[in-house]
């Protein structure tokens, strides 16, 4: 397994794979990998000749410098587990060379609409952030896919959009969540959870599936599902910080014509903000 640090080795290395006739795969990541980021790796691996992982804490995406610095950087256990699951190459930059001018005077990606709603809205700037890092990686890799988890459904979806509206040759596949056996959604972030907080950490799941019953149900009756979900967040120890039903297509309100919804919770628990979603058929 080859670890690339630079953007030119690394574009040597493509030039020759595609030469070769080699079909690619890519897997973005921020590091501190765990076993849904391993499921990522194990099907571009199924799908491609040559698996290329990125590991880059991408400072751009951090709306808060206290997040970043403190953001877990564990490269040397990453590169290990990676070499055990067959990965071809590891593209593990510093900053200043994914950034050699600064992100003051970096030129950027932004996905309109998708990306100023949901999680947009709290997190102002983050997935410019997204779009822009994945833009570089895909010029840099040029795959012929690149797998994401549907863990971040709103990222996933503002991909898809990014490479349909600029015409990226890629296959984007998205991954099922990979869950803890309590039904926690494997995140990095579950680092910041105290033993404490992780025996509680699972009602995030257990509430968005009594929602998604209550929609599986027939019940459209949507602020007072997601006032139900926030007052039983409260009760189990989270602090919300957004919960939406919507289209899952469009990520915009339920209407009539909605033939698929999508539940995304976003909630603190202590040092930890938590993420996930479900869908939900809505024509049974």
């Given at each position: 397994?080859?670890?690339?640090?630079?953007?030119?080795?690394?574009?040597?290395?493509?030039?020759?794979?595609?030469?070769?006739?080699?079909?690619?795969?890519?897997?973005?990541?921020?590091?501190?990998?765990?076993?849904?980021?391993?499921?990522?790796?194990?099907?571009?691996?199924?799908?491609?000749?040559?698996?290329?992982?990125?590991?880059?804490?991408?400072?751009?995406?951090?709306?808060?410098?206290?997040?970043?610095?403190?953001?877990?950087?564990?490269?040397?256990?990453?590169?290990?587990?990676?070499?055990?699951?067959?990965?071809?190459?590891?593209?593990?930059?510093?900053?200043?060379?994914v950034?050699?001018?600064?992100?003051?005077?970096?030129?950027?990606?932004?996905?309109?609409?998708?990306?100023?709603?949901?999680?947009?809205?709290?997190?102002?700037?983050?997935?410019?952030?997204?779009?822009?890092?994945?833009?570089?990686?895909?010029?840099?890799?040029?795959?012929?896919?690149?797998?994401?988890?549907?863990?971040d459904?709103?990222?996933?979806?503002?991909?898809?959009?990014?490479?349909?509206?600029?015409?990226?040759?890629?296959?984007?596949?998205?991954?099922?969540?990979?869950?803890?056996?309590?039904?926690?959604?494997?995140?990095?972030?579950?680092?910041?959870?105290?033993?404490?907080?992780?025996?509680?950490?699972?009602?995030?799941?257990e509430?968005?599936?009594?929602?998604?019953?209550?929609?599986?149900?027939?019940?459209?009756?949507?602020?007072?599902?997601?006032?139900?979900?926030?007052?039983?967040?409260?009760?189990?120890?989270?602090?919300?910080?957004?919960?939406?039903?919507?289209?899952?297509?469009?990520?915009?309100?339920?209407?009539?014509?909605?033939?698929?919804?999508?539940?995304?919770?976003?909630?603190?628990?202590?040092?930890?903000?938590?993420?996930?979603?479900?869908?939900?058929?809505?024509?049974?």
């Amino acid at each position: 397994m080859l670890i690339i640090e630079t953007p030119p080795m690394l574009r040597r290395e493509v030039r020759r794979w595609r030469r070769e006739g080699k079909r690619i795969a890519l897997v973005p990541t921020m590091g501190n990998l765990h076993d849904g980021h391993l499921t990522l790796v194990d099907e571009a691996r199924a799908r491609a000749d040559i698996v290329v992982v990125s590991v880059f804490v991408n400072p751009m995406q951090f709306d808060r410098a206290d997040d970043l610095a403190r953001y877990p950087r564990t490269l040397q256990e990453d590169c290990e587990k990676l070499n055990r699951h067959g990965v071809d190459v590891v593209f593990a930059p510093a900053a200043a060379e994914v950034y050699p001018t600064g992100l003051e005077n970096q030129t950027f990606v932004e996905v309109p609409v998708l990306s100023s709603l949901l999680e947009g809205a709290s997190r102002p700037g983050h997935f410019r952030g997204v779009a822009t890092i994945v833009s570089k990686l895909f010029n840099l890799v040029q795959p012929d896919l690149a797998c994401f988890g549907e863990k971040d459904f709103q990222q996933l979806a503002i991909i898809r959009k990014m490479v349909a509206d600029m015409g990226y040759d890629i296959e984007i596949i998205g991954v099922p969540t990979v869950r803890a056996q309590d039904g926690l959604a494997l995140s990095s972030r579950n680092g910041y959870l105290n033993a404490d907080e992780r025996k509680l950490a699972s009602g995030l799941s257990e509430v968005m599936r009594s929602m998604a019953a209550r929609l599986e149900n027939g019940e459209r009756h949507i602020e007072e599902i997601i006032e139900a979900g926030e007052a039983s967040l409260h009760e189990k120890g989270f602090q919300p910080d957004g919960l939406a039903i919507c289209d899952a297509e469009t990520l915009q309100p339920l209407t009539v014509e909605s033939r698929r919804a999508v539940i995304l919770m976003a909630a603190w628990l202590g040092k930890a903000r938590l993420i996930d979603n479900q869908q939900v058929d809505l024509t049974q």
